[in-house]
């Protein structure tokens, strides 16, 4: 990690300007940061062009939208030599003119790094890890994004770090996690000073080697607990909910649909209670640190799913808004497993193919139930 400090000097040449913090969240508990509005929102691809966003915005009354740039939209090509993507970066810049004329507030979330094998998480076994040459590719994104977005003020919701971490075991290598977040936050912090900066928790082997292999994995949710979070008064922590993975992937990847809830999914009974529980760790991550809002960035279950799907959104989002944590549907207008707009295939079983969008699909409307929340 003393490498990637070292590049820091070499990387960030501009002027540091302290400009004052602004909150985003709200909550009625006095012991939380008092006047924080509560975002309520979406995943979407920045290809999303401005009338779908007007579209949207008009028809959910979502506050913000996490914008997520993974697959053809990769802000940083992932071969060498590791050019910037401008033409992700075009998408960027018109949607936050957007979102500053529409009231609407943006996530940048680049999703994706080079030395990663997947677009869309990150694995323990990723040369990401290995390589530190390939976490200053990284580093010099989020340089160019602070150093480009740090005049647009409240538009910006957050600065999303990475999508999905996964390391190595960390009793072992190192917690290379917590090493890169360090870095990650004095660069920015060096370029702009008021935008939120979001931290996702990571997953680890227990065992194995540094390579990433061998071990049993621990899940994000379960590595909430060793997270140290920088000194910083204008963090954002943002777990990712799906649980159980068996109900909420149903029919996606290969994955064995017709699995129901409220319901025995391998032989554990699955409710809002049990759900509640599994989430336990994240309230309990807040209880230690009350002044650091909570985002859940991504939570969702398959359209293949089917009505059954309505019911568990209907009570994970219950039991966030309990909460007074912000949160970020998954998704909107990408992969069909997951758009909000497309009704139900007949069924039972139900599927995840394409049917046609309508503004009053089932899972819209549950959706609209929360964002009218929104003022």
């Known amino acids: 990690m003393r490498q990637l400090q070292n590049v820091i000097a070499a990387l960030v040449l501009f002027t540091f300007i302290p400009i004052a913090s602004c909150s985003l969240f709200s909550s009625s508990d006095p012991d939380r940061a008092p006047d924080r509005e509560i975002l309520r929102g979406f995943?979407?691809?920045?290809?999303?062009?401005?009338?779908v966003l007007n579209t949207v915005i008009a028809r959910t009354g979502a506050n913000v939208i996490r914008l997520s740039f993974g697959g053809s939209n990769r802000l940083v090509n992932k071969t060498a030599p590791y050019d910037f993507n401008e033409a992700a970066f075009q998408h960027l810049n018109r949607i936050l003119d957007w979102a500053e004329r529409s009231g609407v507030r943006v996530i940048i979330d680049?999703?994706?790094?080079?030395?990663?094998?997947?677009?869309?998480?990150i694995y323990p076994d990723d040369e990401?890890?290995?390589?530190?040459?390939?976490?200053?590719?990284?580093?010099?994104?989020?340089?160019?994004?602070?150093t480009e977005n740090?005049?647009?003020?409240?538009?910006?919701?957050?600065?999303?770090?990475l999508n999905e971490p996964s390391i190595p075991d960390p009793t072992q290598c190192g917690d290379k996690w917590n090493e890169l977040v360090a870095?990650?936050?004095?660069?920015?912090?060096?370029?702009?000073?008021?935008?939120?900066?979001?931290?996702?928790?990571?997953?680890?082997?227990?065992g194995g080697d540094c390579q990433g292999k061998g071990g049993p994995y621990i899940g994000r949710l379960t590595g909430l607990q060793?997270?140290?979070?920088?000194?910083?008064?204008?963090l954002i922590v943002s777990p990712h909910i799906y649980v159980p993975h068996q109900f909420t992937h149903q029919g996606v990847e290969g994955n064995p649909a017709g699995v129901s809830y409220p319901g025995d999914i391998n032989?554990?009974?699955?409710?809002?209670?049990?759900?509640?529980?599994?989430?336990?760790?994240?309230r309990d991550f807040h209880s230690t640190h009350p002044n650091i809002p909570i985002l859940i960035g991504e939570f969702s279950v398959s359209r293949a799913a089917g009505p059954d799907g309505d019911v568990y959104l209907n009570d994970l989002i219950s039991l966030m808004e309990d909460e007074g944590w912000g949160w970020t549907y998954h998704d909107l207008r990408g992969y069909t497993g997951w758009d909000p707009e497309m009704p139900y295939t007949d069924g039972p079983p139900y599927g995840v193919e394409a049917t046609p969008r309508d503004r009053d699909a089932p899972r819209m409307i549950l959706l609209r139930e929360f964002y009218s929340k929104n003022n």
């Open 128 to 146: 990401f890890w290995q390589d530190e040459s390939l976490q200053e590719h990284l580093i010099r994104l989020w340089v160019r994004i602070a």
């Open 43 to 51: 995943n979407i691809s920045p290809q999303a062009d401005n009338n």
């Open 267 to 282: 032989n554990i009974f699955w409710d809002k209670n049990l759900i509640s529980y599994r989430i336990q760790s994240i």
């Open 150 to 161: 740090k005049h647009r003020g409240d538009v910006i919701a957050g600065y999303d770090l």
């Open 110 to 121: 680049p999703h994706t790094t080079p030395g990663t094998k997947s677009d869309w998480t």
């Open 183 to 206: 870095v990650l936050v004095e660069t920015i912090r060096e370029i702009d000073d008021r935008s939120p900066i979001i931290i996702e928790p990571s997953g680890k082997l227990a």
């Open 226 to 234: 060793d997270l140290i979070l920088p000194d910083d008064d204008n």
